[in-house]
């Protein structure tokens, strides 16, 4: 019902930066809260980042606060990771992904990704040292 698909991964070196864009289409955008995750090789999916319906409110993960800041254009039904000070531990397969929860649930019980009901296909980050 809700099709999403990242764009902006690439070849980036240690402290540079890149700007993730995941375009939504299907339903209202405004409907949903939003999300980032990666996934490195032979590891785990993990959380990255969060963000409300409105934009209004944001989380992060430890690892990546200070450096990456999640944002939302409603009216283009994009969402962004601006990815600041790379690191070569940032590389992974960046997915975007939807969430019919509200960012309290999100928040109060955990992003995590099986809370998450629509994903787009990845995009390949890599930071070289």
């Known amino acids: 019902q809700v099709q999403l698909v990242e764009s902006g991964g690439g070849l980036v070196q240690a402290g540079g930066s890149l700007r993730l864009s995941c375009a939504a289409s299907?339903?209202?955008?405004?409907?949903?809260?939003m999300g980032w995750f990666r996934q490195a090789p032979g590891k785990e999916r993990e959380f990255v980042a969060a963000?409300?319906?409105?934009?209004?409110?944001?989380d992060c993960t430890d690892s990546v606060k200070g450096r990456f800041t999640i944002s939302r254009d409603n009216a283009k039904n994009t969402i962004y990771l601006q990815m600041n000070s790379l690191k070569p531990e940032d590389t992974a397969v960046y997915y975007c992904a939807a969430s019919l929860r509200t960012y309290g649930h999100l928040r109060t019980y955990g992003s995590t990704r099986e809370k998450f009901d629509y994903w787009g296909q990845g995009t390949q980050v890599t930071v070289s040292p």
């Open positions: 299907g339903r209202t955008f405004s409907n949903y809260a």
């Open positions: 963000i409300s319906r409105s934009g209004s409110s944001t």
